[in-house]
């Protein structure tokens, strides 16, 4: 690629204009699904387009730039990723237009196009603050006032039978984000059993947030995808489900409490690895009958020693994270004790915060704060295949069973279910980004009954440094395209407001940018409805909000979309910021491309890179 | 220009009508390269991080890592056609206009409207779409132009493939054969690259695009040996 310069806006149009028209398709109540094949055979099926567009082939640095920015926005919202995109190449065309119109009274450029990309990158930086310091306070006195407040307590309350007014409530949320993702059919159902697993794991004395945070970690571990059922039979089960199957026979007698280890390393030692050479016999003297059977019967009683340690702690159930030795299973089975092997790390790390209690590398240090207590320990058979399952005794969690026809329907309503947890958390907790990685540190440094209210206190001196946001939370629109037009209008007004001032000129022509920006989200969601005229329809604000509640598309979060907006101004401004770009012909990008890609993309990833 | 921006008064003005009418034209062109790109790159194209040289549209790349360029072969340039060698009637066009400034040196006429075409023939040899750097899956589809229809006998007309430029002043027949000649040259050609790289394709899609390619380079040469009977 040359230098930039003149080429710069029109590579930045074109490339973000070829990833609108890839998601455009599937924008919208009425969007289509994507259906992606592999040479394999292998069907991934999807509506989100965090999904649909890291699984494209990308070799342009302005498009890659973008993805990335999609990716890490749709994880930390869960949603709204094709809104990006939209607004995104609105915003960058209207900044194209102005900086072209106004070039001509720039001083000082060698060249025209100079000239433009240097007003467009002053625009994107006005735009930039003008979001960061004066759009929470437009939208909470523009925009709020038009929606309702979700309390975290009515959640579990059916849409149907609700009292309260306008129907706000979590499972509306819930319903219509269901709704755009996984389709129509079993939006109910999902939005329910959505529900259901927040109120369980739901602590009182607690922010909605915490449960929610501690849901998202753990979401991998928390789910057991089973292939081969109608969605419908996706259900709740008691216990934490771990994904292995015993390794030694399972605990005849269901005698409770149960005690249970967990264990990082393997209990034999290694003493010998591959390379090293073991001299056997005594220095000097004649050798006798010394060979490696003795060696070997010398560890085995060495970890006779460590198992008969396990038993005064009354511990039947072994956790393990690697593969144990033959000996140790078959120490173990003569122990009547239950192992597992090779569990996942979440799983583990879950296990370990449920319990609290910590695990064990080195088995001759095993104390009794080591030892979990459980209610229960028994196999599960779950479609296919046979799992492990357990509960504590202290906190009662539920797993999640996800059942679909196809691997990809399944993958799908999984990733839903994350998102749609992920969003909730956002409306919530309507904090940017900086500030919801502490309460991530915080919720490790958890020990014993770490589910109490000492976390608040911990959290509390990092929010005073993130920026207080205006808007409550929990704070809901209805969905399908309010948000913007109602920002529209408050830009407007803001904009005639600001233009009898002299000084705040500029914000005048900032806000008026960003306000025709904002127009073609609706637009987009419109154009295939015959209800919805054009917006060059000189229709007043009314008319417009009633069409819109007339189709009724649900709720949506209002600090989920002040976060993508925010996300849009920052992805634009630093697309603008690049003066050259400079190929390379090493992979430099291993990282961020194996993050940004799925596992779909991994094998080819190795052959390009 | 913007050198002197500091010192005039310069008052940015609304585009007139036919500004807005090529903006508009513009900006749907623009549209379509899009949806096109987008279209491909859902079909499992990787979109390159060159543009082309001609247009300067994002290139993309197929799994049998060919480059393409979506504007070049697939939509109608802006300007193919004002482009003479292209367009039978810009070519006609063009022809009149030199008719009308020649009228005045009369005898040179003839010779000049052999001469002014082969000229411009080479002239326009330039932007024509290079097969070796924009190569792809819609070339296969595509025969290649058959030899327009001559309006006057003195334009030989050139074909898809490099246009060397080539004396005007034989009659018809002779004109028509080397041009047919050219022609023949160009799809064998092809029929020989296709044969190569169907002998190394490992794909099936690609195996039956180049089976359609070498399909209709078969056609191609049996109707230009129909042409020359």
Redesign the interface.
Same mark, same amino acid.
């Given at each position: @690629?040359p230098p930039l310069g003149h080429?710069h806006m029109?590579?930045v149009?074109? /490339?973000v204009?070829?990833?609108?028209?890839?998601i455009?398709r599937s924008f919208g109540p009425e969007g289509g699904q994507?259906l992606f094949t592999r040479d394999t055979g292998q069907v991934l099926l999807s509506r989100s387009g965090t999904r649909i567009l890291t699984a494209?082939?990308?070799?342009?640095?302005f498009?890659r730039m973008v993805v990335e920015c999609v990716w890490k926005h749709s994880s930390a919202t869960g949603d709204g990723s094709k809104t990006f995109i939209l607004l995104l190449a609105s915003l960058l065309r209207l900044i194209h237009a102005a900086a072209s119109?106004?070039s001509?009274?720039?001083?000082s450029?060698?060249? *025209?196009k100079a000239?433009e990309a240097a007003t467009a990158r002053h625009l994107a930086d006005k735009l930039l603050a003008f979001g960061l310091k004066e759009l929470d306070e437009l939208i909470a006195t523009g925009v709020v006032p038009y929606g309702g407040c979700i309390s975290w307590e009515d959640f579990t309350v059916e849409a149907q039978t609700s009292s309260l007014t306008n129907n706000l409530c979590v499972q509306k949320l819930l319903r219509s984000f269901f709704h755009t993702r996984c389709g129509y059919t079993h939006c109910d159902f999902s939005s329910h059993l959505t529900c259901e697993l927040l109120s369980h794991w739901n602590f009182k004395n607690q922010l909605p947030s915490f449960s929610l945070q501690l849901v998202s970690d753990y979401f991998p571990a928390l789910h057991t995808p089973v292939s081969g059922f109608p969605v419908r039979s996706s259900r709740l089960i008691e216990g934490q489900v771990i994904h292995r199957d015993f390794a030694t026979p399972p605990l005849k007698t269901d005698h409770q409490p149960v005690k249970a280890v967990v264990l990082t390393g393997s209990l034999q030692p290694t003493l010998l690895s591959t390379g090293d050479v073991l001299e056997l016999g005594y220095r000097g003297r004649m050798k006798e009958e010394r060979s490696i059977l003795h060696f070997s019967s010398w560890m085995e009683s060495s970890l006779q020693g460590v198992i008969a340690k396990l038993q005064t702690l009354g511990v039947c159930v072994l956790l393990s994270a690697v593969k144990q030795s033959a000996a140790v299973l078959a120490l173990a089975t003569q122990a009547e004790m239950c192992l597992v092997e090779c569990v996942s790390e979440d799983e583990l790390s879950l296990f370990s915060q449920l319990s609290g209690t910590t695990p064990i590398w080195d088995c001759s240090m095993i104390e009794s704060e080591h030892v979990a207590t459980l209610a229960f320990c028994r196999p599960i058979q779950l479609g296919a295949h046979r799992y492990k399952k357990h509960t504590s005794i202290t906190i009662k969690p539920c797993s999640l069973i996800i059942c679909a026809p196809g691997e990809g329907q399944i993958e799908q309503y999984a990733c839903a279910l994350q998102d749609a947890i992920r969003m909730l958390l956002r409306t919530w907790e309507p904090m940017l980004a900086a500030a919801t990685t502490t309460s991530k540190s915080t919720l490790q440094s958890h020990k014993g009954a770490s589910l109490h209210t000492d976390s608040l206190t911990e959290q509390t001196p990092y929010r005073s440094i993130a920026i207080q946001p205006i808007q409550k939370p929990g704070c809901v629109l209805s969905a399908g395209g309010l948000f913007e037009l109602l920002l529209h209008y408050a830009l407007l007004q803001h904009g005639h407001s600001c233009s009898v001032s002299p000084d705040l000129n500029i914000d005048a022509s900032v806000s008026q940018l960003l306000a025709n920006a904002l127009l073609s989200v609706p637009q987009k969601i419109y154009s295939h409805s015959p209800k919805f005229p054009n917006d060059s329809h000189p229709f007043s604000l009314g008319d417009k909000l009633s069409k819109v509640s007339e189709l009724d598309l649900g709720l949506e979060s209002v600090s989920c979309k002040y976060q993508l907006l925010l996300a849009v101004l920052q992805c634009v401004a630093s697309l603008l910021k690049v003066d050259a770009?400079l190929?390379t012909h090493t992979a430099l990008h291993t990282q961020s491309r194996r993050l940004a890609r799925t596992s779909w993309e991994d094998t080819e990833d190795e052959g390009e890179g | @220009? /913007?050198l002197n921006?500091?010192e005039e008064d310069?008052k940015?003005e609304p585009p007139t009508e036919a500004e807005m009418k090529v903006i508009q034209a513009r900006r749907e062109r623009?549209?379509k390269?899009?949806?096109l @790109?987008?279209?491909y790159?859902?079909k499992?194209?990787? @979109?390159?991080?060159? /543009?082309c040289e001609v247009c300067? *549209?994002?290139l993309l790349q197929d799994k049998q890592q060919k480059n393409y360029c979506v504007s070049c072969q697939e939509l109608d340039s802006d300007i193919d056609k004002d482009n003479p060698a292209l367009n039978a009637q810009a070519a006609l066009s063009q022809v009149r206009e030199r008719q009308l400034a020649a009228q005045s040196p009369a005898p040179s006429q003839a010779p000049e409207l052999n001469d002014s075409p082969s000229s411009s023939q080479e002239n326009m040899s330039v932007p024509q779409p290079r097969p070796e750097h924009c190569e792809g899956a819609a070339a296969g589809g595509r025969t290649p132009l058959p030899p327009p229809a001559v309006p006057p006998p003195s334009t030989p007309a050139s074909t898809a493939a490099l246009a060397p430029a080539r004396p005007s002043v034989t009659p018809q027949s002779s004109a028509q054969r080397l041009v047919l000649q050219e022609a023949e040259e160009a799809v064998l050609t092809k029929l020989r690259w296709a044969t190569n790289q169907l002998q190394s394709s490992a794909s099936l899609e690609a195996s039956i695009q180049l089976c359609s390619l070498i399909n209709s380079c078969a056609n191609s040469l049996r109707s230009l040996k129909e042409l020359t009977q």
């Open positions: @690629m080429l029109e590579h149009l074109q /490339a204009g070829v990833l609108e028209a890839v455009l994507v494209l082939h990308l070799e342009h640095p498009a119109k106004g001509n009274v720039s001083h450029y060698s060249s *025209t000239a770009v190929p | @220009m /913007a921006g500091d310069f940015w623009q549209d390269i899009s949806k @790109m987008g279209d790159l859902l499992g194209y990787k @979109m390159l991080g060159e /543009a300067g *549209t994002i």
